[in-house]
């Protein structure tokens, strides 16, 4: 049985100590938090001041990241019981040293300056309806039981024996090509998580993404237009398509692997690709949401337009991309020949876990950025860690299982990079977003301005095609699904994907939809 001197036990507490941090930040402001009564839902906290009923809260929240933390330990102590013990010889105390050294780093820098955000937090929420709060922390519970509801009842369950017995070939000196990329494929990852930190499976560095030959047609700044080399030398099928990625993650995710890229399915079908990567900002980075859109966006519609002769251009903008595709759209719609918005929000969530951490009330957006003078990416990427902690557990559970298959493992380790290869976001442009669609809900009422011209998606008037994740817990469903209603198109469809937030461009069952999403850019 493995146990607290375990290697891979250790390995588990330094992945989860990230829980515990995030939880005594909770914890820290609980402690800072005005006196004044509150209503709860629960009879426990019924007629409790608000710093005691959100101590109570905070109490349960650190018991159940506590609970997730050990089901992560347990998980990964199940494969240890089934290993052979001659692999322990392969750890030693300095790898524990420096794992230890580095989670720490992972976790601290970006937790080293939060409790400086925590009386900002406990400021908002002194004036806030304590009503209001206490019923918006009730959703976000009930969607964290609804999501273990719906967990299929073996996403903890694994089964260790293909691992096991490719150790005991391998340590036999009987192995075979397959059983020694097993072992291979699983020491390799906690050689990784020891370098880059607990969230990695694969070092970024050896996992070759965005491979489709492409050249770069314009360059403003840290903004770069690709346009990618055609398959064939033909007359385009329909007028080009520029794909607009969002701003917080990096936009090789649509030409992911070449068995599994949107890029290289969009050029089968013959049409003429482009890309628009806003790069990553500089220190002191001061771009704003308008000038994104005008001139960024703008430049670059303007130089697919010169480069393919083309009057009009299609945009797919995914997530926030599709944010800013429609703001183009609605302010130049002679330009702009069809549009999809895979996942686009069109206004906050009512409630739940984006609805708390986006909450004006809860989130000190500004705050934030004037501490860290960026939206950091880091921060983002371990904040959705910390939020939905069971999800790496089902990701850790799918790894396992897969070892043995290339396939699967190709595209595995090529999202693994994708997620955690995050961008900062200009501090300006992340709090303009923010208040648009979350805050003040501008976005949706037609009250966002660009250098101070209303963007009313009422003038959006050419093809769209608006889709939406059936399971996204990022942009909900209804988040979504309100654009076809606020734009003025009189071709306007929405189609509900199965899936999560990025289904759609990572899962090889989602492929029938690129067809539908192709279909769509080349009808006329």
Request: proline share 7%; glycine share 8%; with cysteine.
């Amino acid at each position: 049985m493995s146990g607290p001197g375990d290697p891979l036990d250790k390995l588990t507490r330094l992945w989860t100590r990230g829980l515990a941090s995030w939880a005594e930040s909770l914890q820290h402001l609980a402690a800072v938090l005005p006196a004044a009564p509150v209503p709860c839902a629960t009879e426990e906290t019924q007629d409790l001041p608000a710093g005691d009923a959100f101590v109570r809260r905070a109490e349960a929240w650190m018991r159940a990241l506590g609970e997730l933390g050990e089901m992560q330990t347990r998980l990964l102590g199940r494969v240890a019981d089934a290993l052979p013990a001659e692999m322990q010889q392969r750890f030693d105390a300095e790898t524990f040293r420096r794992l230890d050294r580095l989670a720490r780093t992972d976790w601290n820098n970006q937790l080293e300056r939060l409790p400086q955000v925590l009386p900002a937090m406990a400021e908002r929420l002194g004036r806030a309806d304590p009503e209001r709060i206490g019923k918006l922390f009730e959703s976000m519970m009930a969607e964290y039981l609804e999501d273990l509801d719906g967990l299929d009842e073996d996403a903890f369950r694994l089964d260790v024996a293909p691992l096991a017995e490719a150790f005991e070939r391998v340590l036999a000196g009987e192995a075979d090509e397959q059983a020694r990329a097993v072992v291979d494929r699983f020491l390799g990852a906690l050689s990784v998580k020891a370098r880059y930190g607990p969230a990695y499976y694969a070092d970024p560095g050896q996992v070759p993404v965005g491979t489709t030959p492409r050249d770069c047609i314009h360059q403003d700044g840290t903004v770069k237009l690709y346009r990618y080399r055609p398959e064939r030398e033909a007359a385009p099928a329909a007028p080009p398509v520029l794909l607009v990625y969002s701003i917080i993650n990096r936009p090789f995710i649509l030409d992911l692997i070449p068995s599994y890229s949107f890029v290289r399915h969009l050029l089968g079908r013959g049409l003429d690709v482009y890309l628009l990567d806003w790069g990553e900002p500089r220190p002191g980075d001061r771009t704003t949401l308008d000038e994104l859109i005008e001139p960024q966006l703008e430049d670059c519609v303007g130089a697919v337009r010169t480069h393919s002769g083309a009057r009009r251009v299609s945009l797919f903008g995914h997530c926030i991309g599709g944010n800013l595709a429609l703001m183009y759209t609605a302010l130049h719609p002679q330009d702009v020949d069809r549009l999809i918005t895979p996942t686009t929000p069109a206004t906050g969530a009512r409630g739940g876990v984006v609805g708390v951490w986006t909450d004006r009330d809860v989130f000190p957006v500004e705050e934030i950025v004037e501490i860290f003078g960026v939206m950091p990416a880091k921060l983002i990427r371990t904040t959705f860690l910390a939020l939905k902690p069971y999800f790496e557990v089902v990701k850790w559970k799918k790894f396992i299982d897969n070892l043995g298959d290339d396939q699967v493992m190709r595209l595995f380790y090529a999202i693994d990079r994708w997620a955690n290869q995050n961008v900062d976001v200009p501090g300006a442009v992340f709090c303009k977003f923010i208040e648009e669609v979350f805050h003040e809900d501008r976005f949706r009422r037609g009250q966002t301005t660009i250098h101070g011209r209303p963007v009313d998606l009422a003038a959006v008037t050419c093809p769209y095609l608006n889709l939406a994740a059936t399971r996204d817990w990022i942009v909900p469903v209804d988040s979504a699904r309100i654009l076809g209603d606020l734009v003025g198109s009189a071709d306007k469809r929405f189609v509900p994907i199965e899936g999560a937030h990025v289904s759609v461009m990572i899962d090889p069952k989602l492929a029938g939809v690129w067809e539908q999403m192709s279909g769509f850019l080349l009808s006329r």
